[in-house]
Every structure is written in structure tokens, then in C-alpha cells.
């Protein structure tokens, strides 16, 4: 079903289940030897949301290998996409902790930011798994009842933040700025903004208010990170849905290319660096390549190919 302004879901629909899909593939990445992200809380959100395939799957009930008996090369596909979750995590997760002062991920240390926004949080446990700073507020923003159950799923787990954890329930298309604000959020201190896995699922120009709201809420000393995906601008939405249809085979009824808007759009890092920001950027094969893993070659067809992941600081 096409996007609609004001539709709306939950971590089983639409959009939403993107989100469980997401955790899906940091929960199995969780589990691989080359240790490049441990995320406890993924599987159990995974089975608390209840799709039947991304249960199996984080359980090893289910063999990605059955996929290539209706779309070649589809378990390849599915392998490089848990790989894909594996670096963009490790990438964020060291943005993160950089910007408040730790270490790596290229992004200049600043002991000042002590507090960090999460933009379409969904399943992000981040706020649960970090180690954070002591005094450290994390800002999540999503629709209202995908903070609710997660913030539920979560303390039934017993899970306990590793920092001061403020949730915003609103969708981002309406007044999240107000919003943020009324939660505690102070634009006079520096903040570390995250918008991972958002930007294909913004109007172009829904992509640069964000930015602008962003820019305006932004304290010098700020940083910013996202991911920009050049091959939006010629998608082809039938070929997308063949290289998918395997996990139509799965019970999936994901029609993913209807979630995307895709077309011309501002490159993320130039429209933030017109603003005073300076960024970096790295694309996913020099990302894979960091940490001594090979990304899979993807068709010239398949807009994914050209991730590139961005950070950034403001001043």
C-alpha cells in the first residue's frame, strides 16, 4: 500500500515493521563471530512484536538458503543485508560515543554534549546498551504507540537505561520540535542528533525540514549522523520487488518499495554542510572494508549500493 500524509502504523506494519526487520538484523548480527555489535534487547523485541519470520529467524528456525528457490541470489542478498546492520550499527554506535566524549568513528570528542536525540527510534536500544556518560539525557522520538511498547517490552525485561532516557511520542510530521522541547530537550547545550534509517521514508522535502529543525535546535559543538542513498533518484520499484520477492515466500507481506519515496532529494551532507556543518562521509564498501568484512556487490539496479554513511559537527 502506497504512503498516504497522516498514515500511521505500528511495529507490524507499514513503515513500523521496518523497524522490527531492522532489529531482526541486529539481533543475528549480534550473533556473529566477527563481534562487531552485541545488542541483547533485539531478539526479544523481535519476538515481542510477533511476526512469525523474524521470530524464526532471530531463533535460527528459519535457513536464508530456502529464499534462493524463488529469487536468485535472494539469501545472498539477506546475508549482505544482516551484514549491512552489523557496520551501520558499529558505525552509529561509535558516532555515539565519540560525540560525548569517547572515542572513534572520526567524529571530534566533545565532553560537552550531554544530551543525545534519536529521530524514528523504533526498536533502538541504545539508550539501554551505550555506556553512556554519567548526566547524559537520550531523547527517543517516534509515533506514540511504538514508544509505548517498547518501552514496555523493555521493563518487562527487566532492562534498565545506562542513561537518563526522555521518550517524545509524536510523529515526526507534526510539531516534534515543540515537543522535544517540552520533554526537557535545552537548544543552548550542544546535542548529538542520530537520523539512522529515516531519510528514505521522508518526502525530499520532509528530508530538508528535518534538517532545518535540526539546524535550528543545534548548539555549536553539536553532531549529526545519517545515511544518504544516492540511488533513490532512479528507483525502480519493479525491480525492487523482484529482488524481494523472497520473503514474500516467508508470510512477509512487506511491500517495501511502497514505503520509500524516491526521486531527486538534497545530498544530506551538502545540505548540512551549506548550513556551517562540516561532514564527513565513508559508503559502504570502504565501511565493510574498516572492519575487515567485504560488502556484497549489489546490481547496478539496486539503489542500496551507494550508501554513505555521514557525520558531521556544527562550529
Partial sequence: ???????????????GATATLVATGRAIASTHEHGLIDDPFAAPLVRAVGIEAFTKMVDGELDLAVLDAVAPDAAARARANIDEMAVRTR??????????????????????????????????????????????????IDQ????????????????????????????????WPAALRAAGFDPSRPTAWLAEGLLI???????????????ELSAPGSAVATEFVPGLKAFDADKAREAAAGFQQLGLN??????????????????????????AGIG??????????????LGDDDPMREIIYISGTLG
Fill in 201 to 215: 521514508y521522508l518526502p525530499p522535502e520532509a528530508q530538508d525540514k528535518l534538517f532545518d529543525n535540526i539546524h
Fill in 91 to 140: 558505525f552509529f554506535d561509535d558516532y555515539f560515543m565519540a560525540a560525548v566524549g569517547g572515542d572513534s568513528a572520526g567524529v571530534a570528542a566533545s565532553s560537552e554534549i550531554r544530551q543525545a536525540v534519536i529521530l524514528a527510534s523504533g526498536l533502538d536500544a541504545r539508550a539501554y546498551r551505550l555506556a553512556w556518560p554519567e548526566s547524559t539525557v537520550v531523547y527517543e
Fill in 284 to 297: 559502504r564498501v570502504d565501511l565493510h572494508a574498516r572492519h575487515g568484512l567485504t560488502a556484497t556487490v
Fill in 144 to 175: 506514540p504507540e511504538v514508544i509505548e511498547f517498547k518501552t514496555r517490552t523493555l521493563a518487562g525485561l527487566g532492562a534498565e537505561p545506562t542513561a537518563e532516557r526522555r521518550t517524545v511520542p509524536i510523529d515526526l510530521r507534526e510539531d
Fill in 254 to 279: 512487506m511491500d517495501m518499495p511502497s514505503l520509500v519515496y524516491h526521486g531527486e532529494r538534497h545530498s544530506a551532507a551538502d545540505y548540512l554542510a551549506a548550513k556551517g556543518w562540516q561532514t
Fill in 1 to 15: 500500500m502506497a504512503r498516504t500524509h497522516g498514515d500511521s502504523w505500528d511495529l507490524a506494519s507499514s513503515v
